[in-house]
């Protein structure tokens, strides 16, 4: 059984039986003349000892009243030697242990320079002062003790929140990076797949590249989820995630998958990005072109990437529908989009093209 988990009052009261016998052994022995030990002096033992029950509630009180019990000890005629008082010993122990400063600074100015001052004896009074001041020490001890225990706990539950947050977000970074790979993977091939009897009557070759597209796509789609799929098996690394160098690649891939012309233009002096940027700004291309492949039907689309300030604002605008394509990025791919950017300091909004006609999303990465 933990004692920890008992109450305290259970604890505290075994604790008080204890150093009551221990006050009361004394008393067991014979008197010189051979008759009975004065009451008051069993009143003085238990008046010491019993206060320890409430000594964690007002330790203070409970040091004071067994020192005044201990003090008043010495007005008993014909008692046993006391040399230990043990209820005040540990009123000390708690005091120093648990009580404020001012407290704990008055007990023991207060009990050590009250050993010399009401003992005959200077030997036993400095043994006193020694004894008091080691149960003050001691108290202090554990107190130092229990307070780095407490900085190690937190510590740790700081250490559990924060792998705990950690493996949280890298599961909703894989299962949004698991989204807008498949997404894309099968827009493109829905896409080649719909141009196909168009693809055949123009011949083999147009046949064949609808086929080498799909087979492209399938492939990168493949290998960038076993990257991923890898990290989730033990010892596995972080999964390399596509930078602002893969975009052209990705605008020329979805141009080259249906009927909608994509082009790419760059502007302004290209700062530097840190590593979850590039993936951000890559992945909300990603899932843009995607949507509009899904909803808009444009025959033209834009990619703009633009420096401004070592920010990269990214513009993606179609001629398509626009209400479709509001609709099918109202979903979990604009709130991708907007978890992605906001993770590296960023904006996302999205909405009708400024023409009237067609969709724009808009994002700016830090």
């Known amino acids: 059984m933990d004692v920890r988990r008992l109450p305290w009052y259970v604890t505290d009261g075994a604790l008080a039986v204890v150093a009551l016998l221990a006050q009361l052994a004394p008393f067991s022995g014979t008197p010189w003349a051979g008759e009975s030990w004065p009451v008051t002096g069993y009143l003085v033992a238990v008046a010491v000892s019993v206060p320890v029950v409430f000594r964690r509630k007002a330790p203070f009180a409970v040091l004071a009243l067994s020192e005044l019990a201990a003090v008043a000890y010495t007005f008993v005629p014909d008692g046993p030697r006391q040399p230990l008082w043990y209820g005040a ?45 080691a149960a003050y020490a001691t108290g202090r001890a554990w107190a130092n003790r229990q307070e780095h ?14 792998r705990e947050l950690e493996a949280e977000r890298e599961r909703s970074r894989i299962a949004r990076d698991m989204h807008d790979i498949l997404a894309h993977a099968v827009s493109i091939t829905i896409a080649q797949a719909e141009a196909g009897p168009i693809a055949m009557r123009h011949g083999p070759e147009r046949t064949e590249a609808a086929f080498e597209a799909i087979a492209t796509a399938g492939r990168e789609a493949m290998s960038q989820l076993r990257r991923i799929l890898g990290v989730l098996e033990v010892g596995g690394e972080r999964v390399p995630q596509p930078t602002l160098a893969g975009i052209p690649t990705l605008v020329e891939q979805v141009s080259g998958a249906g009927s909608t012309v994509v082009t ?8 530097t990005l840190s590593a979850d940027a590039e993936v951000a700004a890559y992945r909300i291309v990603q899932e843009a072109l995607t949507n509009m492949m899904k909803h808009a ?30 609709a099918g990025a109202g979903g979990r791919g604009l709130a991708g989009m907007r978890v992605r950017a906001e993770s590296c300091g960023g904006t996302v909004s999205a909405g009708p093209a400024p023409a009237g006609r067609g969709f724009e999303v808009r994002a700016t990465v830090r």
């Open 89 to 133: 010993l540990i009123a000390m122990f708690t005091v120093a242990a648990q009580a404020p400063r001012w407290q704990r600074i008055t007990a023991i100015v207060v009990i050590v320079w009250g050993a010399f001052f009401f003992t005959g004896s200077l030997e036993t009074a400095a043994r006193g002062a020694l004894l008091w001041t």
């Open 149 to 162: 225990l407490r900085v190690l706990q937190e510590r740790a539950r700081h250490l559990e929140r924060e």
């Open 264 to 271: 790419l233009t760059v502007s302004g002096e290209p700062g």
């Open 297 to 326: 039907r444009a025959r033209t689309a834009t990619v703009a990437l633009d420096w401004r300030d070592g920010d990269l604002h990214v513009t993606v605008t179609d001629d398509g529908v626009g209400a479709k394509a509001a």
